[in-house]
């Protein structure tokens, strides 16, 4: 898919992007050759493929589950200006 002049332009408006006449063109070069590399991508078939949550084969070290500090919930809620029913109670933000 090729991009024109007109293309870029429109693009750049409604990003708030302010584009120099004379930059216009490598623009529209750059953007088509990273559509043209997209549409190529695209009719690649990965029916056999198997999506993959990392593209290399790492593994992630976890740590240990285990309670590693006190349960301090009633000394801080103790302090709290608003509690109900073991929960801290804060003002509604969203309407």
Known sequence: MALERSDVEKIAHLARLQIREEE????????SDILALVD???ATDTTDVEPMAHPLDAVQRLRADIVS???LREQLQSVAPAVE???FLVPRVIE
């Open 24 to 31: 216009v063109p490598g623009y529209t070069q750059t953007l």
């Open 40 to 42: 190529q991508l695209q």
């Open 69 to 71: 500090e006190d349960n």
């Open 85 to 87: 029913n073991g929960l």
